[in-house]
């Protein structure tokens, strides 16, 4: 070993020692409760996603909308903001694709052959018509809700 090296490892090994220590240190205070999201941020985050998930997801396939709607219908929610949040974004987005399966049904009919379009036709035509606009009183207090929920989380629940 050349003269001095013995000192240089020295110091190299006591300041890895050191390093590992203070990662060591931050990893245990992060871990330690009160660090990081509280379950109630978790669980809210959460449920901010699944709704961003929903709504951004594309209108065709609707099974795959029907999908993420029950995943959010899931979603647990201990907190009012939370409840809210998810009752009222469920609530807009369930009507939504029950208006649009409705509206499904009525287009096959029409394009059945002659005749297949009867009464039930329209009725599902005015319940479609109804439940889109019901949807669309609800969806912008679904915004607010999930404005709040974000305006929660940022002050810390």
């Known amino acids: 070993m050349p003269p001095g090296a013995k000192g240089s490892a020295g110091a190299a090994g006591t300041a890895a ?3 590992a220590a203070a990662l060591a240190a931050v990893a ?3 871990a330690a ?3 990081g999201p509280s379950a109630e941020q978790q669980e809210a985050d959460a449920l901010l996603h699944a ?3 929903l709504r951004d997801a594309p209108s065709e396939p609707r099974a795959a909308r029907e999908a993420l709607l029950a995943q959010l219908e899931r979603q647990p ?3 009012p903001p939370a409840a809210s949040a998810r009752d009222t974004c469920a609530r807009a987005y369930r ?4 208006a ?5 049904r009525v287009r096959a009919l029409l394009e059945a052959p002659a005749g297949a379009a009867g009464p039930e036709a329209l009725a599902d035509l005015a319940a479609a018509d109804a439940k889109v606009k019901e949807s669309a009183e609800v969806m912008p207090r679904c915004a607010e809700a999930l404005a709040e929920l974000r305006r929660r989380g940022r002050r810390g629940m």
Do not use: F, H, M, W
């Open 100 to 104: 649009t399966a409705a509206e499904a």
């Open 28 to 30: 245990a205070l992060q």
């Open 17 to 19: 020692r050191r390093v």
């Open 33 to 35: 409760p009160g660090c």
């Open 77 to 79: 929610a201990s907190t």
């Open 51 to 53: 709704i961003d998930a």
């Open 95 to 98: 009507l939504l694709l029950d």
